[in-house]
């Protein structure tokens, strides 16, 4: 016996096929990661018990009413995903403006390896009008020709070329970095080193690339042991700036693309007993913390996350009403804010 077509699941299709809920939103959207004859199976079945994602919004539609639903972030989760305060400035900024708009804001956290399927699901359960994409992959993203192919509006923190044509709030990563390393070497600085985030995303190429275009500009050489990336976490600013320091020759400053690696960073060099500024300069990402948070007034490059997650929920927003996407496209521009943990070679030892 079917159940009634107003209660057809995504779930109870896959569960009749014996496939998975994966499996079976492929096929429905004719994707060929699944053979014809599986595709075949559940487009017939979805064809006779009447499956359809977003009748219910369509039935609102058709009767004048008007459904309006949030606007969500699917965030993969790790074992630091929720310890970065950049994360929670733009989740806050974001769900303060989504309520603005009279909606609400669901952050959703999912495996890595079930980032796909919740995208699924979350369309199948249809109770969000737009996404706000974080992390921008520095070349293809799935998730842009995924939500593309399905029509569903977003917004992306972060552009990736000239040629953008979806909605997208350009941050200014190459800029900032190559800010800050042109401030190092007018300093006096020759030995600049970069923590880096994990590769795999636009921010991190775009940091990388901003600090090369720097160095090269002025005639500096990049060494490799110079350069290192890992999670954002205390831990690895804290091991990495160590490491750095035992180099041969060792960096006089570093850049620090994430505000916990610069917090680890501060720590090893005060057990260390160099003193910021005087004996190293450092610059952090992000300008919304205190000095309290460091324990010494840092030189950052101002990220203010808050309102830029406001400004993405601006966007998103107006991709819903039917904007242009090529008119959904802003930017802010990277600023340094000077500290003394930044100062001239000369000043030093």
């Known amino acids: 016996m079917h159940l009634a077509a107003s209660r057809i699941t995504l779930a109870d299709l896959a569960a009749q096929l014996n496939l998975s809920t ?6 429905l959207r004719g994707d060929e990661v699944v053979n014809e004859e599986t595709r075949t199976r559940v487009n017939t079945l979805a064809g006779e018990l009447g499956y359809s994602p977003r009748r219910a919004s369509r039935a609102l539609s058709q009767s004048g009413s008007t459904l309006r639903k949030g606007f969500g972030l699917i965030q993969p989760l790790n074992s ?30 999912t495996e890595v390896s079930q980032e796909e399927r919740c995208y699924d699901t979350v ?23 995924y939500l593309q192919s399905r029509g569903i509006p977003f917004v992306m923190h972060g552009r990736g070329s000239e040629n953008t044509i979806f909605p997208c709030l350009d941050v200014g990563f190459r ?35 901003g600090y090369r275009e720097a160095m090269a500009t002025a005639g500096l050489s990049v060494r490799a042991n110079w350069m290192l990336q890992g999670p954002k976490t205390e831990e690895f600013g804290y091991h990495a700036t160590r490491q750095l320091l035992q180099s041969e020759p060792s960096p006089t400053a570093a850049i620090y693309s994430n505000v916990l690696s610069a917090k680890g960073a501060v720590q090893a060099l005060s057990d ?12 952090a990402y992000d300008d919304q913390l205190p000095g309290a948070f460091y324990g010494v007034p840092i030189t950052t490059i101002f990220a203010p996350c808050r309102p830029m997650g406001s400004r993405l929920v601006e966007l998103l927003d107006e991709a819903v009403a039917g904007e242009s996407p090529e008119l959904l496209q802003d930017r802010f521009e990277p600023e340094l804010v000077v500290r003394s943990s930044t100062a001239s070679r000369a000043d030093g030892p």
Not at 130 to 144: E, K, M, Q, Y
Not at 272 to 283: A, E, M, Q, Y
């Open 22 to 27: 994966a499996t079976v939103s492929r096929a």
């Open 80 to 109: 630091f995903a929720f310890e970065d305060p950049l994360l929670l400035d733009f989740v806050g900024g974001m769900a303060s403006r989504t309520l603005d708009f009279g909606r609400l804001f669901h952050l959703i956290p």
């Open 123 to 145: 369309l199948d359960l249809d109770y969000l009008d737009g996404f706000v994409l974080l992390n921008a992959r520095p070349t293809s993203d799935w998730r842009i020709d």
């Open 175 to 209: 800029r900032g970095h190559r800010l800050a390393t042109t401030h190092l070497i007018e300093l006096g600085h020759q030995a600049i080193a970069l923590l880096n985030s994990l590769p795999g995303t636009l921010a991190a190429a775009e940091w990388e690339a």
């Open 272 to 283: 260390l007993g160099i003193t910021i500024g005087r004996d190293f300069s450092l610059i």
